[in-house]
């Protein structure tokens, strides 16, 4: 996604360039960081959309995507590695934005050069900040990560990056796919338990829940065997069945097979979640309609 044209007008962006470290960042009306709210018991942590899931409208036209998901009802938004292409500038425009409309960024996706050593991992720490975020998370691994040493290399990487990260108020974090619940060749050990094993316990395992469902995982019994470590959540579903048949990852949040009363109980009892994102790869409905039933459907879990 490069910088779309429109321009955003609003006031001043100075008040940007001083953010404060993000775990003390407040909501707009004075509520808790979901860092604190999560453990507050009976306080509601915040349900968010990470991007992806409205990239067709997201490249078309930002400030208007970011109008439209705060209108459903997001609080929260996660935006997807092409925002690694953004100037400082364009990134205090964005914040601008999302402050106008009561919308916060509490975490980003990224590939590996936000956590490589130099100007890429400084440009990644100036962006996250001046956005707000609090956790840098890689999307994906390279693709040349195979081995048992492949993955070990690839968690020193992001022990390092997490450990620079935690000096400016953030940190890293891992998002998972199918793939890394699967054993590495030679052995039973999954790629996610190394993962957790070989990286700090700041360090976030960000959990998709459609990806493990689909690769056969219990992840309630995941999310109890990280706790304090699930700091963030995508919401995605998966039922069995053909993509053309409005199955697989086409289901709406909540039509599929996840146990998602179980999954929540216990994410908020030991997991440590602090916001919640929702994600759909596609659905019968349009990017927007998909968003806003995905949104309808977890409040009626939230009842």
């Known amino acids: 996604m490069t910088t779309p044209h429109n321009s955003i007008s609003r006031r ?29 018991p009976g306080r509601k942590i915040p349900v968010g959309i990470e991007l992806y899931a409205v990239r ?50 509490y975490s980003t996706h990224n590939h590996v050069e936000s956590f490589n050593p130099g100007d890429t991992r400084s440009k990644a720490i100036e962006l996250n900040q001046i956005l707000g975020a609090r956790q840098i998370v890689m999307a994906s691994a390279p693709g040349r990560t195979r081995t048992m040493e492949d993955w070990k290399k690839l968690c020193e990487t992001l022990t390092a990056a997490t450990e620079d990260f935690v000096g400016h108020g953030l940190t890293g974090g891992f998002h998972n796919h199918g793939a890394e619940w699967r054993a590495l060749p030679g052995g039973d050990q999954r790629i996610m338990d190394v993962i957790a094993s070989h990286t700090p316990k700041e360090f976030v395992l960000q959990l998709d829940v459609g990806t493990c469902v689909e690769a056969g995982q219990d992840p309630v019994a995941w999310i109890k065997a990280h706790p304090g470590r699930i700091k963030s959540v995508h919401l995605k579903d998966w039922a069995p069945g053909k993509r053309e048949d409005e199955k697989s990852y086409r289901v709406l949040f909540g039509e599929g097979v996840s146990p998602w009363k179980e999954i929540v109980a216990a994410l908020e009892s030991v997991g440590g979640v602090e916001f919640y994102l929702m994600e759909q790869e596609g659905s019968r409905f349009s990017e927007f309609e998909t968003a806003r039933r995905c949104l309808a459907n977890w409040k009626k879990l939230r009842e």
Not at 12 to 40: D, H, K
Not at 69 to 87: A, L
């Open 56 to 105: 067709g409208e997201l490249s078309k036209d930002l400030p208007n995507t970011l109008s439209e998901v705060s209108k459903m009802g997001y609080q929260v938004v996660e935006f997807y590695s092409p925002y690694f292409d953004w100037s400082f500038q364009y990134a205090k425009e964005v914040r601008g934005m999302m402050d106008d409309l009561g919308l916060r960024c």
């Open 12 to 40: 001043s962006f100075l008040a940007v360039s001083g953010l404060i470290p993000t775990l003390f960042l407040t909501q707009r009306s004075g509520g808790l960081a979901p860092a604190l709210a999560a453990s507050v």
